[in-house]
């Protein structure tokens, strides 16, 4: 079969790769319909996470068709259209059933890399370095799906293949950023980033009762989406002062929530996004935490700053000093699909929840090095770009 | 993002220094995992050789050891292991830890990377009822650069190292 490959620092080819197996009882073989691009994956491009391997299978994010089950699989039959979660959980262990699923003891094989690096191993996730587990990823014509009555869910008949294909990761890791920062009615919450992610955390904490939401980020595009199909305010911050701009949006408190959905490669225009840009470059520092120092610095005494957007390893100048003294709540997670996936699929189905504007880019596997350079440089208003591994790429 | 509270220029010098501070504190980090013997810094882990591996597992202490039978692949172990059971505070199951009976045999890297495996996959097999496998993994061209064989290095270990 054909597959979207990671071939180096910013390089991903299409190679010729072997079918996928079922290896244990509880795996399914599933035919991709759609694989999204996700901002995550620039991490691995730009080879800011280190675990890849040249010929590493990319995408985490996808649905399709299941093609063949294993034996132990109850929930699920050969023909059943699903999405799939992009975090690997066993569905038995304490974090599962205590609806941590990111946290899964049992889904990652390698868990001395991240044992290594962050204390404990966290759950695998398709196409996403050896770091979590080193499965092949989901930008092929086949993908397989391990514990699958866990991670596969049927998708409603009324919801289209281009709205359901975020119910794998960009809406469920926006409802964990909004649900664990416990957002409550008639909160201010402010997003950094209009992404799938950020856009989809404003939508989370909008259906959660938030009384205003606000995203932030530089492309008018991006903002355009927020106003249009989210119903969220923006700011621009490019053309203004974002911490002065909240102040006086929240009568001098600054917001409720802050949630940090940008991750390890933020800009800005501050001088300290050359400082961090020169750490990281050196791969000395491996993230760029200037959207989160400016969410801890914006948020109101005793609010709460939820780390959304993926970070790696180590920042510098963490201003820790405004945490402890305004009494912050800091907290900050993978996305915990199972918990979520159902109540957006349902949203998905009553319109509440709607995703497809996200898809900006339908395209063919083959277009696969062409949409992620689309992506990565944000060409032709690029939001998501998308494949589609069986067909001719046209949106279905 | 436009105002930022450490928002000031820092000198070529700063910079130097905490590249060099930041690189420090990860390779420590990872030093650590590979070798939980260096966990205490310079000055060693004494207790390294008799110190328990554990596990826990979501499961009653019965059906974990029942009627003091280990489970598999610990069990095939059982000549040159101790180990012990006892109920998680808080609901969270059963503690399972085990190690060499010779302490001479802890300084073995391979025999308690053995045990450390053997108590992930116990785990795994009570819980789930299977162990995840990997291999083979569809893949493109594998091409043979120092950082590639470094990294298959670490996975062909990676369930049998870490700082469990």
Same mark, same amino acid.
């Given at each position: 079969m054909k597959a979207i490959t990671w071939r180096g620092v910013n390089k991903a080819a299409v190679e010729t790769v072997d079918d996928p197996r079922i290896l244990n009882a509880h795996d399914i073989i599933l035919e991709v319909g759609l694989t999204a691009t996700c901002g995550s994956d620039l991490h691995l491009l730009g080879g800011y996470i280190p675990a890849m391997r040249a010929g590493d299978v990319l995408g985490h994010e996808f649905m399709g068709t299941v093609a063949e089950v294993g034996s132990?699989? $109850? $929930?699920h039959k050969v023909g059943d259209r699903v999405v799939v979660c992009s975090f690997i959980s066993c569905g038995h262990c304490w974090y599962c059933r205590n609806q941590l699923w990111s946290l899964c003891d049992n889904g990652n094989p390698n868990p001395f890399i991240t044992e290594g690096l962050w204390g404990s191993p966290v759950g695998g996730c398709y196409g996403y370095s050896h770091a979590l587990g080193g499965f092949a990823g989901s930008h092929a014509n086949y993908v397989r799906v391990p514990y699958a009555d866990q991670g596969a869910f049927p998708i409603p008949d009324e919801v289209p293949d281009v709205r359901a294909v975020f119910a794998s990761d960009a809406a469920p890791t926006g409802w964990t950023g909004a649900h664990q920062a416990e957002v409550q009615p008639g909160d201010v919450v402010a997003v950094w980033g209009a992404g799938g992610v950020g856009q989809m955390a404003a939508r989370a904490s909008m259906l959660l009762g938030a009384e205003r939401v606000v995203v932030i980020d530089r492309f008018e595009n991006r903002l355009a989406q927020v106003s249009r199909h989210i119903g969220a305010e923006t700011l621009d911050y490019t053309q203004t002062s974002v911490v002065a701009e909240l102040k006086e949006m929240t009568g001098g408190r600054g917001p409720d929530v802050c949630i940090e959905a940008v991750g390890m490669e933020a800009h800005s225009n501050d001088p300290s996004f050359l400082y961090d840009q020169v750490k990281q470059q050196l791969r000395l520092?491996?993230? $760029?935490?200037t959207a989160v120092r400016e969410a801890i610095y914006a948020c109101r005494k005793g609010g709460t700053v939820f780390t959304l957007g993926v970070f790696a390893g180590l920042v510098d100048k963490f201003p820790l000093g405004a945490l402890m003294n305004k009494s912050l709540t800091l907290r900050g997670a993978q996305m915990h699909g199972r918990r979520y996936i159902p109540r957006i699929l349902e949203g998905m189905r009553t319109g509440e929840i709607r995703t497809e504007h996200l898809a900006t880019h339908t395209l063919p596997l083959d277009e696969g090095p062409r949409g992620y350079e689309m992506f990565k440089n944000k060409?032709?208003?690029?939001?998501r770009a998308v494949f589609r591994p069986n067909g001719d790429g046209r949106p279905g | 993002m436009a105002d930022n509270a450490t928002g000031k220029r820092i000198g070529i010098a700063g910079v130097t220094a905490a590249v060099v501070a930041g690189g420090g504190m990860l390779v420590r980090q990872l030093r650590t995992a590979r070798r939980p013997a260096m966990a205490d810094g310079d000055t060693g882990d004494r207790r390294r050789d008799t110190r328990w591996l554990a596990v826990t597992v979501d499961r009653e202490p019965d059906q974990v050891a029942p009627g003091g039978q280990l489970p598999e692949p610990l069990a095939a172990l059982d000549d040159r292991i101790e180990t012990r059971t006892r109920p998680a505070p808080g609901g969270k199951g059963t503690e399972l830890a085990a190690r060499l009976r010779a302490p001479a045999a802890s300084r073995d890297d391979r025999a308690r990377q053995e045990l450390r495996a053997a108590l992930r996959k116990a785990k795994q097999l009570i819980e789930v009822g299977e162990v995840l496998a990997l291999d083979p993994i569809p893949h493109g061209e594998r091409t043979a650069t120092p950082a590639g064989l470094a990294l298959e290095a670490v996975t062909r270990r990676a369930d049998r190292e870490g700082v469990l």
């Open positions: 132990g699989v $109850r $929930r520092q491996t993230d $760029r935490p060409e032709d208003g690029c939001v | -």
